[in-house]
C-alpha cells in the first residue's frame, strides 16, 4: 500500500471510530448532563478520556498483531463466545442505527424544513450509495472524515461564542464538587461500547494495516481518534456550559439545538442542523460498516455479499423509524447493554494478549494490560449497577 494511501486509511480508520460515537445521544447527552452538573461534568468527560483511550489501544493492538477480527479473537479465548458478542453488537448496533436514522432525519428537518421521515430516507440513500460503490472503503474514510472535521470547527465556533467560564470548567475537571457515576458509564457506553471498540480497529484490518510492524500506525491512528471525540466532547460541553452560566434555559424538547441557538441565534440553529446531520449520518456509515464487519468471518458467502448485507442494515433501520419509529425504551435497555458488551470485550482482548496461538510472539505492554484489567472491573461494577436499576 502507498503511504498517501495509508496515511488515508490511517486517518478514515480515526475518524470511523470518532464519528460513530460521535451521534445524536453523543450530541444529547454532553449538553443534558451539563445542565445537570455544570463544570462538574468536566471530571466525567476526563474519566470517558482516560478509560476510551485504555479500551481503545487494547483491543486495536490485539486485532493488529493477531490479525483477526474481533469476533475470531473471541471464540479463540473462549469456543461460541464470539457468536455471542456479535450478536450482543449486532443487536445494539441495530438499535442504535435506528436512532442514527432520526438524528439525520432531524438535521435536515432543521436545514431545509422537510420532513423528518423524508430526511431520514434521504440520508439512508446517500449512506447506501457509499456502499454501493466499487471503492467504498475509500469513500468512506473521505466521508468521515470531512463530515468529522466539519463537525468539529462548527462545535469550537459556537463554544466560542457562548463565552464558557474555561477557568472554572478546568478546576472543576480535576477537582469535582460532585461525582456522577451514571454520566460516566453513558458516556463510555457512548463512546467505546457496543460496535465503536472495534469499528477502527476492524477498518484497519480490512485495509491489511496489521502485523507487529504496524503497531506505530495502529497506535496512532488510535490515539487520533481518541483526540476527535475528546474534542469535540470537550467544546461542545464548553458551548453548553457557556449558555447555562449566562443563565439561559435549555428547550427540554430538543437540548443540543437550544445551545446552539442561543449561542450564536437563527444561524447557531442551522449550525445544529448541519452538526446534527454530520453526525447522524457518519454515524450511520459506521455503525452499520462495524457491525456487519462482526459476522463476515463466520462464511465466505458473508464475506464475500458484506456490502450488501450493510446496504440491508441500512435499509432496514430506516424503515423501522419510518413505519414504527423509535423504541425508546428498547433504546435505552440495549444501551445499557452496550455497556456491558464493553468489560466482556476488554476481557476477550486482554485474555488473547497473553495466548500465544492468538498473537504469536508479541508481548502486549504491562501497563495496558494492568489498566485494562482496571477498566474491566470499574465498568462491571458500574454498567451491572446502571442496568439493573433500569430494569428494577
Known sequence: MKKESTLSVLLGAAFLMATSAIGPGFLTQTVVFTSQQGADFGFAILAMIIIDAIAQLNAWRIIAVARRPGQDIANMVLPGLGYVVSALVCAGGLAFNIGNVGGAGLGLNVLFGISPIAGALISSAIAIFIFSSKSAGSLMDKFAQIAGGVMVLLTIYVALTSHPPVGLAISRTFVPSKIDITSIVTLVGGS?????????????????????????????????????????????????LGVISQGLTLNPANPPASVFQLAAGDAGYKIFGIVMWSAAVTSIIGCAYTSVSFLRSFSETLNRNYRYMIIAFIIFSAAVFSFIGQPVKVLIVVGALNGLILPLVMACMLLASQKKQIVGDYHHPKFLLVSGWLVFAIMTYMAAKTFLKLIA
Open 192 to 240: 467505546v461500547g457496543g460496535y465503536i471498540t472495534f469499528s477502527g480497529g476492524h477498518r484497519l484490518l480490512d485495509a491489511g494495516i496489521c502485523g507487529k510492524e504496524k503497531l506505530p500506525e495502529v497506535n496512532r491512528s488510535a490515539l487520533s481518534g481518541i483526540g476527535i471525540t475528546s474534542l469535540m466532547r470537550i467544546f461542545l460541553f464548553l458551548a453548553a
